[in-house]
């Protein structure tokens, strides 16, 4: 029989600006973490074929990305409208978002305030991903584009706009 995971307030393991509350080392299912979302950070547009992730606002307001949009998948996403007429939602604290396999998805901060959100994806390893972006990072210089971009792949990440920074308004 396994005992469960408890962690106190803040527990676990820091990666870039996620704490792991639970991943790959204590289930196959799903990663857990507790993610920080800087002012004007957006995730760019990006899609998984086999994972499914859940999104929830603890703190903060972030603009959220769901669905497949009409037309041309470039440009910036906070623009994009599906073809049952939704566009990006803000959400503050309460608000949800979960993303089946295979759908386009994003969150952007547009406030003056770091955001705060639980992250869930199935199947677990996130966590690996995470670490091995921060290694690629910490090698010093300007980011190896084609190793970020291997790296995504293998980690079925298929970025549809560019991670970026934007100048937040408030």
Known sequence: MTDGLLLP?????RIQAMTLKSGAGQSATWSAFEA???PGFDVGAHRHQQAEEVFYVLEGELDLLAFHPT??????WRTWESQTGATVFRGGPGSFMFVPA???HAFFNPGRETARMLFLVSPAGHELYLQELTDLLAA???PDQAAIAALRS???IHQLT???NHPTGG
Do not use: K, M, Q, S
């Not at 037309?71 to 910036?76: I, M, Q």
């Open 9 to 13: 307030p803040g527990g676990g393991r």
């Open 36 to 38: 920080e979302v800087a």
């Open 71 to 76: 037309g041309n998948a470039g440009g910036d």
């Open 102 to 104: 295979g759908c386009p």
């Open 140 to 142: 010093g210089g300007p």
């Open 154 to 156: 293998r980690h079925d």
């Open 162 to 164: 560019p991670l970026t």
